[in-house]
């Protein structure tokens, strides 16, 4: 079984600084595969927000950033604002299945 | 910019087959791989399959019986064939591109509903 843990929800006031992880077994994350974010906001499409751990396209705010250690990720949001509410989704290939993964979404809710 | 166009049957019957195509801008899919995603009403992202440039296909174990990915470069096109569906089947079914190992240009969603 592939699996991508993400909580389900986080909530952060204006201004504040919110962390999403994304916990994967040894063959995804582990296996050297990088992780990737997609930012959803409903009733559109899924938008890539990190590539590669850390790397953020062209037109990413650097509010938005990545890490990645041993079998785990993270999103890290500073400076929240109203319009970063939105679903948030990691991503990782699998090896084995020569395919991706997804996690399971995170709803951040902005107070 | 890439642009990415989908259609496909949208409402289908249980036990009907479904049929989605994608599209991609001049130029946009050489040398790329091109996946399917899809996501159920509210809920999140599973991927279905992919079609690579060299000729591989790979499918989510979940589907891989019911899944036919194709890709044709000559004309730009990538369709997805799932037989028979069931009303687990309803959901946004989108293509992407994927780039290395990650999606970096999607269609704008399909909108399938399985129902009797």
């Given at each position: 079984?592939?699996?991508?843990?993400?909580?389900?929800?986080v909530?952060?006031?204006?201004?504040?600084?919110?962390t999403?992880?994304?916990?994967?077994?040894?063959?995804?994350?582990?296996?050297?595969?990088?992780?990737?974010?997609?930012?959803?906001?409903?009733?559109t499409?899924p938008?890539?927000?990190?590539?590669?751990?850390?790397?953020?396209?062209?037109?990413?705010?650097?509010?938005?950033?990545?890490?990645?250690?041993?079998?785990?990720?993270?999103?890290?949001?500073?400076?929240?604002?109203?319009?970063?509410?939105?679903?948030?989704?990691?991503?990782?290939?699998?090896?084995?299945?020569?395919?991706?993964?997804f996690?399971?979404?995170?709803?951040?809710?902005?107070? | 910019?890439?642009?990415?166009?989908?259609?496909?049957?949208?409402?289908?019957?249980?036990?009907?087959?479904?049929?989605?195509?994608?599209?991609?801008?001049?130029?946009?899919?050489?040398?790329?791989?091109?996946?399917?995603?899809?996501?159920?009403?509210?809920?999140?992202?599973?991927?279905?399959?992919?079609?690579?440039?060299?000729?591989?296909?790979?499918?989510n174990p979940?589907?891989?019986?019911?899944?036919?990915?194709?890709?044709?470069?000559?004309?730009?096109?990538?369709?997805?064939?799932?037989?028979s569906?069931?009303?687990?089947?309803?959901?946004?079914?989108?293509?992407?591109?994927?780039?290395?190992?990650?999606?970096?240009?999607?269609?704008?969603?399909?909108?399938?509903?399985v129902?009797?």
């Open positions: 079984q592939f699996v991508l843990t993400q909580p389900p929800s909530s952060g006031a204006p201004g504040q600084r919110v999403i992880s994304c916990t994967g077994s040894g063959s995804n994350i582990g296996t050297n595969f990088d992780v990737h974010w997609y930012q959803q906001i409903p009733g499409v938008k890539l927000l990190i590539y590669g751990n850390t790397n953020r396209p062209s037109g990413v705010p650097d509010r938005f950033s990545g890490s990645k250690s041993g079998t785990s990720a993270s999103l890290a949001i500073t400076g929240l604002q109203a319009e970063d509410e939105a679903d948030y989704y990691c991503q990782s290939y699998v090896y084995s299945l020569s395919g991706s993964v996690g399971g979404g995170t709803k951040l809710t902005v107070l | 910019q890439v642009h990415l166009q989908q259609w496909g049957t949208g409402l289908l019957k249980p036990s009907e087959t479904l049929s989605l195509k994608c599209a991609g801008s001049r130029g946009s899919f050489s040398p790329h791989s091109w996946s399917w995603i899809r996501q159920p009403p509210g809920k999140g992202l599973e991927w279905i399959g992919e079609n690579t440039q060299g000729g591989h296909t790979s499918h979940s589907l891989r019986s019911r899944v036919i990915t194709s890709i044709d470069t000559t004309g730009n096109q990538f369709s997805l064939t799932l037989t569906v069931t009303a687990a089947d309803t959901a946004l079914y989108f293509c992407a591109r994927r780039m290395q190992y990650y999606f970096d240009w999607w269609g704008q969603g399909t909108p399938v509903t129902s009797s």
